[in-house]
């Protein structure tokens, strides 16, 4: 048997062959219908054609191999460098490792890393790091972004980054990381010498002078805007200039505000304030008057009007002078008993709260001549009387003050007996407040005063009265050890060695328990809080140079003591001397009108028991300045 293979059919030359036929694609046709056994057939030659099916699947198989292999291969030939297209703004590096494409980086951003930019602003130039910004050029990520294209990613990702690289190449941009929280701070931080605070017009009554300043724009640092700009730049990655961005800042207050309060301030001080009383007369005049002036911005304008505060409190000053003091009879405690050794007279009392709103309404009027006002006073009646002397329950010692003036000059003791004669055996109502300075009265010749030395703006100095404060710190004392509410007190500015002896009362000597008075300006006052009547014995004895006062009454069930005094701050005195002309004294000679002293702060505290309980606890405290030797010098 022999068998062919031949292309296209399939030819069987044994006809008794009697392998069972092959099953073929077309029409089995069999000759003779009797037969028994399968015919063998005969395959047509037939030529197979491709169909478009067939087509199709070919060159879908052909795209995902391509697919599969081009990226895959790309990837292996190019192997640790960067795919052919590939730049960085402009810088090509395709076929570049990572190293030589973090060379060509640093190399192309060099400047930029070193100085990215400059602020400048009116002639201020500023030059921040990338740090201080808060930028960062982040290179590494840069490059690996550049290594990764055409190799990340599936199949299509990568022969689309392939395509758009074949096709046009692909430009990348560098990664810039900035951190706008600060850079604000930055700017922040160039703020103050840039910006300027808007100044409003404002207007200054100084020593009775009207002065005016003009108001000014202000400029303020754009933040946000700037940090925009500031963003923009940084972009291209090249150095650049940025002119900080700011806005001008329109004062509240303008200048023709200003115009308008300065023609009322004009109008306000345009003449003197006459304050009369009986034959007494005050002139307030311009420079006393603009004193009780406030100028306050209100809204867009400025409000020139008077001060209820400045000009309740110039009331009171008033009224140390105008009211009479103590009208009722002068008295004396001896065997246990009080008796009247001068009887009472009228006295006055200026009526404040009405003063104060009649001299407010009338420097508030637009008047160009004089202003004169009579003060409200009201008269005072005697209450104390022989015939209700027995009523005041004036019957022992409730408090006591000393003080030594040894070795003081005679117009300080002449002084000091004029003082005492003012305050001895006045009467002291319930619940009154006494005023030192209204009690004294005027000091003058006619009262009994002379001119001397005293402590006047913080240094000594000729005046009327001198020595007078010896008074004011022994009555001080006095309402000190009687427990009496101390309302003002005020020390002198600088130690004076007389006031230690009898300082504390029986607890020694010392200072920080002295009271410097000047009438008008500093007073001492306390309130009798015993329920009764106070009398006030003022006693000079020459001989042993010691002032006393005593307050007799009904002293109440209290004990006072004393904790202290605690000492601190000491300062040495200066030692450079201060000299000080006088044309009133020949010349060529000097007089030492003041001791050095060191400075230190005393602090001083007052216990009150009633029945045995702690009911109030007062501190005193006092400053004393360092002070250096004084020198006065004849120029006469």
């Known amino acids: 048997m022999h068998r062919r293979r031949l292309e296209g059919e399939i030819q069987v030359d044994d006809p008794a062959y009697q392998r069972p036929p092959r099953r073929l694609e077309g029409e089995i046709q069999v000759d003779d219908p009797a037969c028994q056994r399968p015919l063998r057939r005969r395959r047509r030659s037939v030529r197979r054609r491709t169909s478009p099916l067939q087509l199709g699947l070919g060159l879908l198989v052909f795209f995902v191999a391509a697919t599969l292999i081009l990226p895959y291969g790309l990837s292996l030939f190019f192997v640790g460098q960067a795919m052919p297209g590939v730049s960085v703004q402009g810088l090509p590096i395709a076929g570049q490792n990572q190293e030589a494409i973090n060379i060509a980086l640093e190399s192309r951003y060099s400047d930029f890393l070193r100085q990215p930019l400059t602020l400048s602003y009116a002639g201020q130039t500023w030059a921040p790091t990338l740090e201080q910004l808060g930028v960062q050029l982040d290179t590494a990520q840069t490059t690996a972004a550049a290594l990764e294209l055409g190799r990340y990613g599936n199949p299509i990702t990568r022969l689309q980054d392939l395509w758009y690289l074949w096709r046009d190449g ?54 946000d805007d700037n940090t925009a700009e500031i963003t923009f730049a940084l972009r291209t990655l090249t150095p650049q200039q940025v002119t900080l961005r700011t806005r001008l800042l329109e004062p509240t207050v303008d200048d023709k505000a200003l115009q308008v309060a300065e023609a009322r301030a004009r109008e306000l001080l345009s003449s003197p304030l006459k304050l009369t009383h009986g034959e007494r007369d005050w002139i307030w005049d311009q420079e006393r008057l603009a004193e009780l002036l406030s100028v306050e911005p209100v809204g867009e304008q400025l409000v020139v009007q008077v001060d ?183 020390a002198h500015p600088f130690y004076i060695s007389w006031y230690d002896q009898f300082g504390f009362g029986d607890y020694g000597n010392g200072a920080g328990l002295d009271a410097a008075i000047f009438t008008g300006v500093s007073d001492l006052k306390f309130v009798n809080d015993t329920g009764n009547w106070l009398l006030m014995h003022a006693e000079v004895d020459e001989a042993n140079q010691v002032l006393t006062v005593r307050l007799y009454g009904t002293k109440p069930n209290r004990t006072v003591t004393m904790q202290g005094p605690r000492i601190s701050n000491e300062v040495a005195a200066p030692a450079t001397p201060v000299y000080v002309d006088d044309p009133a004294r020949a010349a060529g000679t000097i007089y030492q009108s003041d001791v050095a002293r060191n400075g230190r702060d005393i602090l001083v505290e007052r216990v009150i028991l009633e029945d045995g309980f702690e009911v109030r606890r007062d501190s005193f405290f006092t400053r004393f300045k360092a002070w250096p030797n004084v020198f006065v010098r004849g120029t006469g």
């Open 170 to 223: 692909i430009d990348l941009a560098p990664r810039l990381v900035i951190d706008q929280r600060q850079m604000q701070n930055y700017l922040v931080s160039l703020a103050p010498t840039v910006e300027k605070p808007p100044r409003g017009a404002a207007l200054s009554l100084a020593a009775g002078k009207i002065i005016g300043t003009p108001s000014a724009t202000g400029r303020q640092l754009l933040i």
């Open 308 to 490: 209820d505060e400045r000009l309740t409190k110039a009331i009171e000053r008033l009224a140390q002078f105008v009211d009479s003091g103590s009208a009722e009879p002068r008295l004396r405690f001896t065997n246990g008993a009080a008796q009247i050794v001068q009887p009472g007279q009228i006295g006055w009392q200026l009526r404040q709260a009405e003063a104060t709103q009649l001299i407010s309404t009338t420097i508030s009027q637009r008047q160009s001549v004089a202003r004169t006002i009579a003060l409200p006073v009201d008269d005072i009646q005697p209450q104390i009387s022989a015939a209700n002397l027995g009523e005041l329950r004036i019957q022992e010692l409730v408090g006591e003050g000393k003080s030594s003036f040894a070795g003081s000059a005679q117009y300080r003791i002449t002084n000091i007996k004029a003082g005492a004669a003012r305050m001895d055996g006045v009467l002291i109502a319930p619940d009154e407040e006494f005023s030192f300075n209204t009690q004294l009265g005027d000091v003058n010749a006619e009262n009994g005063f002379v001119e001397g030395y005293a402590v006047i703006g913080n240094r000594t100095r000729l005046e009327w009265g001198g020595g007078v404060c010896q008074d004011s710190t022994t009555v001080f004392r006095a309402a000190f050890w009687a427990g009496l509410p101390i309302t003002e007190r005020y």
